[in-house]
């Protein structure tokens, strides 16, 4: 797999971004099939991190709901009451002529009874067209049985799924999907967050409507995966706050479909 990396991205008060020198991919069929496939990924996790970032019972993190009511009150009655992390251990992004299923396993804790109770996890999100802009089902798998009282270890908090709900909506705007713009807000700050890009030898700094111009031109009109994130909040009393740290692929040409952390990815038949 032939690709550029890109070294660092944080998102803050200051947005900065820092690459190795890239060139624009080539227009071809394979790279058209990369990008679809960088849009896909990106949009599906995501929302999946938003569901179950709001699944999460934590008033620290505003994590902004993409789903309906409707959508709330079919599926979260199968979860427990009163959740306080969630683990997710493997994730399967599959693709049908239904349109995209994602699946995830994992685990879950929950308070009861003031205890902290562990349980595992198995649920399919099902999306309708390539690059969706909502859930459209949730399967749930009936856990078979309650794990037990935890030893004291965490799972992953509601600023774990704050952070990388962001993270991915980011990607995908990258990406040329520019509907989750709404996702994160983007009309509020695009026109007052400073913005600095370097890449090799080439930087700009401004806003971000005017850096992001000079940022398709550097390196293309997207193909961004991720691969970590690393997120620093410094001020406890706002923990909405704080910088993001991506390690990020941009794929150009390549042999195969790249795989995205602990996503993997397939075709079904």
């Known amino acids: 797999m032939l690709y550029q990396r890109l070294k660092l991205l944080c998102l ?3 947005l900065v971004i820092f690459s190795a020198a890239a060139n624009k991919p080539a227009d ?14 990106n949009t599906t996790a995501a929302l999946v991190v938003n569901w179950y970032g709001n699944q999460i019972n ?11 009511d409707t959508f709330k009150t079919t599926y ?21 002529k239904n349109g995209l299923h994602f699946s995830v396993a994992g685990q879950l804790q929950f308070a009861k009874n003031g205890e ?17 802009a909502a859930i459209k089902a949730l399967t749930i798998t009936p856990t078979t049985g309650i794990i037990g009282v935890t030893d004291g270890s965490r799972l992953n908090d509601k600023g774990y799924y704050q952070s990388r709900g962001f993270a991915y909506t980011w990607l995908a705007y990258l990406n040329g999907v520019k ?19 370097t890449s090799g030898v080439f930087a ?8 992001l111009k ?28 704080g910088t993001i740290i991506l390690f990020i692929d941009f794929v150009g040409m390549e042999d195969g479909i790249p795989t995205l952390a602990n996503i993997q990815t397939r075709k079904n038949s």
């Open 204 to 211: 700009a700094r401004g806003n971000l409507s005017e850096v």
């Open 116 to 132: 902290i109770y562990q349980q595992p996890l198995s649920d399919q999100f099902h999306f309708q067209g390539q690059t969706p």
């Open 214 to 241: 000079k940022q398709q031109q550097q390196l293309g009109s997207g193909r961004y995966l991720l691969r970590e994130i690393k997120v620093k909040r410094p001020d406890k009393q706002h923990l909405n706050r």
């Open 58 to 68: 934590d008033d620290r993190y505003a994590i902004k709901p993409l789903f309906s």
């Open 12 to 14: 803050t008060a200051v």
């Open 76 to 96: 979260q009655p199968s979860y427990p009451a009163m959740i306080s992390t969630i683990s997710l251990q493997k994730a399967d992004l599959t693709s049908d």
């Open 179 to 197: 509907k989750v713009g709404a996702w994160i807000n983007l009309g509020d700050w695009q026109n007052s967050v400073d913005y600095r890009l």
């Open 28 to 41: 071809n069929h394979l790279d058209t099939h990369t990008l679809a496939y960088a849009q896909s990924l």
